[in-house]
């Protein structure tokens, strides 16, 4: 492809709407454009990126048995009603009516409309197992868009759904899902871990995340550096040290005041007590109830892992005004002693200690001496809180890293939530009706894009992994004007279209410094680089870009030393 026939509009700034490298890189390498909040245009550089990565994703699905199919965006709300989903998903879901007032949305994901079109098609065991996939737009309406495809409103997603007739089932297809994705995000060239993670939203009994590991990434990730156990955040369990305390080891409650210390670091000060021993009270609303929970001073709450305990739907924490009625006292001195609540829960962390500090539910007053068991009435000890760099492993015992991570990829285990809501159902060996069990698996690829970028890049722009990038190669005429070096140009170009080697050819009439700049910043792995200078010797140069080494090579070898180099640049990447 020639570069003054192609559609490159590069960018010298990076806009102002931009925040994070991903999303000033792309919209400078002439890859995206912004159409309105969170929505964008793929240019021809970013939409081959996305066919790249589309067509390994094909091939490993493929590999593993799934087949695809497309279905249709728009999705009646109908399916969202018999689903239970209609109300509970949010306002992330796009609804609609259409001309007869019937309801409908814009697909976040396909659920109801791939158990739909099984329920209709499947009725005995013999026809199972089945996986059905597609590479399709979604909508998503968040409510602040921002970095680009890292978090967009529309965006292109591959997502798979397995159907089995037991669990015996359920869990080879979710095995061989979980190796298809290793080998699809190996394959890319990424660095990456698979995560253990919670089920949000979709539903089912468990799940794990694929994340891209980027200093930039939003989700942080706790990481054993002895065993291959790694979770999100929000599903890491935390491993206790048990060192149970017991009422006799503890005085009798005392109150004392503590004027205008709200805060645990204000209270520890004031009291001269160290923050673990200082028992904090985070009052939520769930699902319309008032709950109350308990976790040291030092830690904080995980609020995915309360909302599971509890089976919220909607958990909120209270406003100052629930806090005034729940404790009659101002924020910053709830304490479970005579706590107007319906229920409280402590983290498990505290059952191994005692003789904490927890607000007096009055206005400028806290509690010494506070026993859980003895002071409080609980529903019991859980683990409610994050896990910290401080805390084993919770499968060996080893030192946790945290670190960051980009999601790009989730499979769960559905279970029946679906089926047996949509009454997708076969007959057994036996004739006897049962629900189908489901399995589903998402990875963003328009999001891949992004996090790719994130991971690779440097000061001058985009460093793509080779299976990801647009071309294989740019070959730069770097003065075009000049007879010989249009002419071995031209013919290196015909050379490398002959071995099928895809090259981007940029034959503008351009500076060299401008076009060694747009070389950078478009990120492709290889640059061959055609000067005069060289061809009067009678060589070229050829730049690895995420090197920058530059190897010269003969005008006679470029196809077997390019080669040489190419396969050396994929041995880079793991791939």
Same mark, same amino acid.
């Given at each position: 492809?020639?570069?003054?026939?192609?559609?490159?509009?590069?960018?010298?700034?990076?806009?102002?709407?931009?925040?994070?490298?991903?999303?000033?890189?792309?919209?400078?390498?002439?890859?995206?454009? !912004?159409?309105?909040?969170?929505?964008?245009?793929?240019?021809?550089?970013?939409?081959?990126?996305?066919?790249?990565?589309?067509?390994?994703?094909?091939?490993?699905?493929?590999?593993?048995?799934?087949?695809?199919?497309?279905?249709?965006?728009?999705?009646?709300?109908?399916?969202?009603?018999?689903?239970?989903?209609?109300?509970?998903?949010?306002?992330?879901?796009?609804?609609?009516?259409?001309?007869?007032?019937?309801?409908?949305?814009?697909?976040?994901?396909?659920?109801?409309?791939?158990?739909?079109?099984?329920?209709?098609?499947?009725?005995?065991?013999?026809?199972?197992?089945?996986? %059905?996939?597609?590479?399709?737009?979604?909508?998503?309406?968040?409510?602040?868009?921002?970095?680009?495809?890292?978090?967009?409103?529309?965006?292109?997603?591959?997502?798979?759904?397995?159907?089995?007739?037991?669990?015996?089932?359920?869990?080879?297809?979710?095995?061989?899902?979980?190796?298809?994705?290793?080998?699809?995000?190996?394959?890319?060239?990424?660095?990456?871990?698979?995560?253990?993670?919670?089920?949000?939203?979709?539903?089912?009994?468990?799940?794990?995340?694929?994340?891209?590991?980027?200093?930039?990434?939003?989700?942080?990730?706790?990481?054993?550096?002895?065993?291959?156990?790694?979770?999100?955040?929000?599903?890491?369990?935390?491993?206790?040290?048990?060192?149970?305390?017991?009422?006799?080891?503890?005085?009798?409650?005392?109150?004392?005041?503590?004027?205008?210390?709200?805060?645990?670091?204000?209270?520890?000060?004031?009291?001269?007590?160290?923050?673990?021993?200082?028992?904090?009270?985070?009052?939520?609303?769930?699902?319309?109830?008032?709950?109350?929970?308990?976790?040291?001073?030092?830690?904080?709450?995980?609020?995915? !892992?309360?909302?599971?305990?509890?089976?919220?739907?909607?958990?909120?924490?209270?406003?100052?005004?629930?806090?005034?009625?729940?404790?009659?006292?101002?924020?910053?001195?709830?304490?479970?002693?005579?706590?107007?609540?319906?229920?409280?829960?402590?983290?498990?962390?505290?059952?191994?200690?005692?003789?904490?500090?927890?607000?007096?539910?009055?206005?400028?007053?806290?509690?010494?001496?506070?026993?859980?068991?003895?002071?409080?009435?609980?529903?019991?000890?859980?683990?409610?809180?994050?896990?910290?760099?401080?805390?084993?492993?919770?499968?060996?015992?080893?030192?946790?890293?945290?670190?960051?991570?980009?999601?790009?990829?989730?499979?769960?285990?559905?279970?029946?939530?679906?089926?047996?809501?949509?009454?997708?159902?076969?007959?057994?060996?036996?004739?006897?009706?049962?629900?189908?069990?489901?399995?589903?698996?998402?990875?963003?690829?328009?999001?891949?894009?992004?996090?790719?970028?994130?991971?690779?890049?440097?000061?001058?722009?985009?460093?793509?992994?080779?299976?990801?990038?647009?071309?294989?190669?740019?070959?730069?005429? %770097?003065?075009?004007?000049?007879?010989?070096?249009?002419?071995?140009?031209?013919?290196?170009?015909?050379?490398?279209?002959?071995?099928?080697?895809?090259?981007?050819?940029?034959?503008?009439?351009?500076?060299?410094?401008?076009?060694?700049?747009?070389?950078?910043?478009?990120?492709?792995?290889?640059?061959?680089?055609?000067?005069?200078?060289?061809?009067?010797?009678?060589?070229?140069?050829?730049?690895?870009?995420?090197?920058?080494?530059?190897?010269?090579?003969?005008?006679?070898?470029?196809?077997?030393?390019?080669?040489?180099?190419?396969?050396?640049?994929?041995?880079?990447?793991?791939?």
């Amino acid at each position: 492809m020639l570069w003054s026939k192609y559609y490159i509009p590069t960018l010298k700034e990076d806009p102002a709407e931009a925040e994070i490298i991903s999303h000033k890189l792309l919209l400078r390498a002439g890859m995206i454009r !912004k159409l309105t909040s969170g929505i964008y245009i793929y240019l021809p550089l970013g939409w081959k990126a996305l066919q790249k990565i589309s067509d390994i994703i094909r091939q490993e699905m493929d590999r593993f048995g799934a087949i695809e199919i497309s279905m249709p965006a728009v999705q009646p709300g109908d399916l969202w009603k018999e689903s239970g989903r209609w109300e509970v998903y949010g306002k992330e879901l796009l609804r609609f009516k259409d001309r007869h007032g019937r309801d409908y949305c814009f697909g976040p994901t396909h659920e109801e409309v791939i158990t739909d079109l099984v329920r209709g098609e499947i009725k005995s065991y013999r026809q199972l197992p089945v996986n %059905l996939y597609q590479i399709q737009t979604k909508f998503r309406d968040e409510i602040r868009p921002r970095f680009g495809l890292m978090r967009g409103r529309e965006f292109i997603m591959k997502d798979a759904y397995s159907f089995d007739r037991d669990d015996q089932g359920a869990n080879k297809s979710y095995e061989d899902m979980y190796a298809a994705y290793m080998s699809i995000f190996k394959r890319l060239g990424l660095k990456f871990r698979a995560v253990e993670a919670d089920s949000g939203p979709i539903g089912g009994s468990f799940s794990h995340e694929f994340m891209v590991l980027a200093d930039t990434g939003e989700d942080t990730i706790a990481v054993c550096t002895k065993c291959d156990f790694a979770a999100n955040l929000e599903k890491a369990e935390v491993k206790y040290a048990e060192k149970e305390g017991s009422p006799a080891e503890c005085p009798a409650l005392e109150k004392v005041s503590t004027p205008g210390k709200h805060s645990v670091e204000e209270v520890a000060d004031f009291l001269g007590v160290p923050k673990e021993k200082i028992v904090k009270t985070l009052l939520y609303e769930a699902d319309g109830r008032p709950v109350a929970v308990l976790v040291r001073g030092d830690r904080e709450l995980n609020e995915v !892992k309360l909302k599971n305990l509890l089976g919220a739907l909607d958990l909120r924490l209270a406003s100052f005004d629930q806090v005034q009625k729940w404790s009659n006292a101002p924020v910053g001195f709830a304490g479970p002693v005579g706590l107007n609540v319906e229920a409280i829960y402590a983290d498990q962390e505290l059952m191994f200690d005692t003789d904490y500090v927890v607000g007096a539910n009055e206005a400028d007053a806290h509690y010494l001496h506070f026993h859980l068991q003895r002071d409080a009435q609980i529903e019991g000890f859980f683990d409610l809180r994050q896990i910290t760099e401080s805390d084993p492993c919770p499968r060996c015992g080893g030192p946790i890293e945290l670190t960051k991570g980009i999601e790009v990829g989730h499979i769960f285990k559905l279970g029946t939530k679906y089926s047996e809501a949509l009454k997708a159902t076969f007959l057994d060996e036996n004739g006897k009706e049962k629900p189908m069990i489901m399995g589903c698996y998402g990875i963003g690829v328009s999001r891949v894009l992004a996090a790719c970028i994130e991971q690779n890049h440097d000061e001058n722009g985009i460093i793509f992994p080779p299976p990801i990038a647009p071309y294989d190669a740019l070959l730069l005429a %770097l003065n075009p004007k000049d007879s010989t070096v249009k002419e071995k140009a031209n013919e290196i170009y015909e050379a490398l279209s002959a071995q099928g080697i895809d090259c981007l050819f940029d034959d503008r009439d351009e500076r060299p410094g401008v076009k060694f700049k747009d070389a950078d910043l478009i990120g492709l792995p290889l640059q061959i680089i055609v000067g005069a200078k060289g061809v009067k010797k009678g060589v070229v140069e050829i730049k690895i870009r995420h090197s920058g080494e530059r190897i010269e090579v003969g005008l006679d070898e470029i196809i077997p030393r390019f080669k040489e180099v190419q396969k050396k640049v994929w041995a880079h990447y793991g791939v």
